[in-house]
């Protein structure tokens, strides 16, 4: 276990999960997947989100993400897992299992299916961190599968409690990301960290104060992420902006694929992990079942625009 | 078990799960509340649905309500049970596990969390179709929790290959739900399961070509909802209008909470079980955790509603 | 002017406004259509509401319009105009413009484009029928146009203070149109006119205890809505449903149009129009600018719906 | 009427409208606010938008405010103006009065009310240009209040076209509005202006190649609007995040009123104007008819506020 007392920093890929074309858990991939993002440079990784496909997984297939990825890191830099699931009972069984796993943090949506209220999301994070002990909580604020966006002034509240240690905001609403910043400065939370979930503004999001990027485009270049994180912690705007200029049109991967037949999700994941099938990291790309996967035409589509990143 | 090669229609409530202070199934309390429902003329009981809060409960706690259901209903009505969760491989544990205790049906919701496409529905419901077997399947639409709604022509589409033997509407669209009546009729679909999951439309319903009511409302009034059902069969329309006038007045229990300290499905919820609690059917009126529950007040205000409906 | 004492009811189509190629209104079409509805046996007609593209005329042409309408008419029926816009001092042009023409009564929808709250929109109303004097005016609640349901307390409210003689309900929510009525009961308003703007649920709405209907549909065929209401009023609801069931499978002219080029307004628009052209009421389907108008095939795809529904 | 073949560039504040106890435009306020403007140092100033509450006035009322704007101006800067109604004829009688008034561009939305298609919007912008000639169109992409995102597409199709000189976006979508940019780019459309609507992400939108802002709160505090562009463009980007942190904390006035007894719009624009006049710039704080107005103590509840920003 890597040391978790340090901030959560800079550029944590949610990795995907790669599967073999029956839909187990490919851990051979996954471990090629986690040294590509190593080599990278990658500050951490989050395993069993929302790209990680994590809510299609059985528990035993979330159980070999985790016990693969504990072991390939080796502890070089923070794991952290998703432990998403609809209510608070659920969800602690999830804890438990990635408590044991050992990993280094653990990422919570609110509760989802059933509407819930703030005041209950509260409960749910509350007991959640007593059963995680010593280990680091982050709120993962996802309304578009969530269904409910966290408000920052819960976020707040539950950081001045000492509930959770940072937040990864994947709402795509910068002013609300930004009423966070100024608000952790007023209230003297430097310890806690604010992450965005976004690819496309991370250079922004980095100039107003947030401490780094949970990318799903980081699983196909990590480097690249890295890169714009450096130049920007560097205060070299310019060479940050052109960065995320480059990654904000590799990021078009996802609409190559036609919607028409699949979903969204199925889109952007399938091309990620089209990407890194190209890249020659992960043997399969197919997605999670039931999704739609891309056909030869849409994946071979996908290379041009690797090219055209300077991807090879 | 019961015989399932029958069609489903009549009245069958999602039952609530009663639940201890501790939150653990009061199966006590659930074994009243089947006699209740029993006694009260039902023609099926639904469990583990959104009114079960199944997606509340472990897979541990949703093991009890279904042992406990089968074995109290003892083959004297069809058994439903609610195999609610994220993807089609966590949806299919469930129904594993529903089978082996025994139960009469599966209901199945879209996969949620992620975005899926209509054709990434219909593979999810053609695969756990065929683990089901012989065990009939149940569309389960609910827009408002799973994020999409079936389209009318996937559910058409899904019944004449004979994934689905039914449909439960929760979508609230009185439209929709028409069409699909009207396009059983054309396509000779006749032994195919039409009901509807609203509490306060179930005459007009029936008096459009409907098969039958699965009200949450029936929790705490389910002679209410057969002496509606038997009067719309029986075509007096006048009787069916007055007792679902009645109900339309009843179900304004859910309103009593205040909506500023809990969630809607709290307060909804908390209605039912405080009705039942009310009317000595369970013994704690606690909805499942984070959700708030009702406090003295607001369960006490529930009284004259009840009364008022003429339920002592 | 008609006798506008009396409460409405029945059928009231909101009728399209026919136009020349050059956009103009077709007086000539429109006085047509006048003729057809009333030969048809409807109770009254609407004019400039959603149908009659009330908001994409200029002033000078809704003067046009409600002229025409009024003298065509001639007291037969009475005239309600829609005074469509986006603020009370807007509106209330409108309403004089309209009490000069003579019209018989008003449709007035909450303030849109800005944000309001239920006690703005009060004040919008009571403002708007003291301008109105004695001619009654009717809340048209559309919140997929106004952007704002008009909720049931409001309307009630209205009621009550005698600043509405009535609502007409786009809104496609059956529950809220039911607690409407019940309400209204309740509350002893029993000259308040309940109408709703459902093309496909007028049966089931008439027998809980709805006045009348505004359908769109009823542009193309009056007569079956009369036969309908006739019917449902007799109290034969197989024979309400039977023609219920009709008109829904007519209503099917508005998926004829290619979406992936035109808006939904003008595939539905479109239909009506292109119905009254080829059953020789209307000269020209076009609809306002700048919608995009069906073309040749899709026209003549509606024909064969119409001959399915015996309209020649 | 000032040189219009310059591109639109810097602070360009949507002006609101004072209005009189009795509801109508107070041009001596008006004037008065124009001159607080230009002494702030603004590069244009935008009326009868949003903010200046345009759908709330009529047509009368719209007249006053051009006239008076383009007579106080005086060609110092260029005078925008909003054309906003439901359809393009509607909006084409506005083009008309507004070029009448002499004002030097016009400020254009998608129709609204009717559902439209992005075919439907681009027949909608290429008539008005047409009409518009020389005086150059502006798309105002403001999806909350018109009911539908301008594509990205759309919007570099019709600079393509030169039907629009430029963009103001008030989607509050950042990812769209830096396509919008990187797209301009790559076409090589340098003269095509894209301005932003966001008070509070304007360093961020600077940063990335957004040429000016249209502020809402520019109205209270237009020097530091100005202060923010100029430290922006010097390449101070520290300077420019204190400043739009300030501006930031003083954008919430608008949180100040009481949400459950008035919309948005009203706590919004009620708190602009009531900052206005607490600083002597215009005499009544009145919002239009319906708005509820803010209360005394609400008011009063803004001074700490533009006090803590340091305006007096």
Same mark, same amino acid.
């Given at each position: 276990m890597s040391d978790t007392s340090a901030q959560l920093t800079g550029v944590v890929p949610p990795l995907v999960t790669p599967l073999t074309p029956e839909y187990d858990v490919d851990t051979t991939s996954l471990a090629r997947l986690i /040294?590509? /993002?190593?080599?990278?440079?990658?500050?951490?990784?989050?395993? *069993?989100?929302?790209?990680?496909?994590?809510?299609? =997984?059985?528990?035993?297939?979330? /159980?070999?993400?985790?016990?693969?990825?504990? &072991?390939?890191?080796?502890g070089q830099v923070p794991v952290l897992a998703g432990v998403i699931d609809t209510s608070t009972a659920r969800v602690g069984a999830h804890v438990s299992a990635a408590l044991k796993a050992g990993v280094d943090g653990l990422v919570?949506?609110?509760p989802f299916y059933a509407a819930t209220h703030p005041a209950e999301i509260e409960?749910?994070?509350?007991? *959640?961190?007593? =059963?995680?002990?010593?280990?680091? =909580?982050? &709120?993962?604020?996802?309304?578009?599968?969530a269904g409910t966006k966290l408000p920052a002034s819960l976020v707040l509240s539950l950081a001045e409690q000492g509930v959770i240690a940072g937040v990864k905001d994947s709402s795509g609403q910068e002013t609300s990301l930004r009423?966070?910043?100024l608000s952790r400065r007023e209230a003297g939370l430097d310890g806690f960290a604010i992450m965005t979930g976004s690819e496309v503004t991370v250079d922004s999001s980095l100039a107003f104060g947030v401490d780094g990027v949970v990318p799903g485009l980081g699983n196909v270049d990590p480097a690249g992420y890295v890169r714009l994180f450096d130049?920007?912690?560097?205060?070299?705007?310019?060479a940050a902006r052109a960065e995320q200029d480059r990654l904000f049109r590799l990021f078009e991967i996802i609409n190559v694929a036609d919607r028409s037949r699949m979903g969204a999700s199925s889109a952007a994941l399938g091309a990620f992990k089209a990407g890194l099938h190209l890249l020659g990291v992960i043997d399969c790309p197919i997605t999670a079942y039931p999704c739609i996967p891309l056909d030869?035409?849409?994946?071979?589509?996908?290379?041009? =625009?690797l090219d055209r990143a300077g991807l090879h």
């Open positions: /040294q590509y /993002q190593l080599t990278g440079g990658v500050d951490g990784v989050f395993v *069993l989100g929302t790209s990680g496909e994590g809510t299609f =997984l059985t528990d035993e297939q979330r /159980q070999v993400v985790l016990e693969t990825t504990v &072991a390939e890191v080796a919570v949506t609110a409960r749910h994070f509350v007991r *959640l961190a007593s =059963l995680a002990g010593d280990t680091p =909580l982050y &709120a993962y604020d996802i309304p578009s599968r009423q966070l910043v130049a920007a912690t560097a205060g070299d705007a310019a030869e035409a849409e994946i071979a589509a996908i290379r041009p =625009l």
